[in-house]
């Protein structure tokens, strides 16, 4: 905790504001798997998708709007920026996973990260009865961990 104090004030703003951005990219990016659920009237994933898109929308924009990134990013706010963009990432990507009712939130943690990191764990037991959207959802989650 004593090398947290080392951080400025400006570094945290910068890295908070950089977060907000961060979680906006991924509420537009939740949008998507509503397009598969209407192609497959897979209706009831549509609303799980809404509500976590504003839910990481909200978050975002008033990370972004509150905190300023007046400075340029240093390497220990990058290396904290990381981890703290995977384990906010991935509490806002498994709550479509709980909304749904498919997964509990640890599971759709779990499930989350492991899209993430490209790990390809699963915490569903039979992948042959995954709906199509949260198929969908779980590759388009790798997909985007290997561009990150």
């Not at 990016?29 to 397009?35: E, G, K, N």
């Amino acid at each position: 905790m004593h090398s947290m104090s080392k951080f400025r004030r400006s570094e945290i703003y910068s890295l908070l504001h950089y977060t907000g951005y961060i979680s906006v990219l991924l509420g537009i990016v939740m949008l998507v798997p509503i397009l598969v659920a209407l192609i497959y009237h897979e209706s009831h994933y549509i609303l799980p998708f809404i509500y976590s898109s504003i839910i990481s929308l909200v978050f975002g924009v008033v990370l972004y709007k509150c905190f300023s990134s007046g400075t340029e990013i240093s390497l220990k706010v990058a290396m904290l920026f990381s981890t703290l963009i995977w384990l906010i990432g991935s509490a806002i990507a498994a709550l479509p996973f709980y909304l749904s009712g498919d997964l509990s939130y640890l599971n759709g943690y779990f499930e989350a990260m492991s899209g993430f990191t490209t790990t390809g764990f699963s915490m569903y037991s039979n992948l042959d009865t995954v709906s199509y959207t949260m198929d969908f959802w779980k590759g388009f989650m790798q997909w985007l961990g290997v561009l990150v």
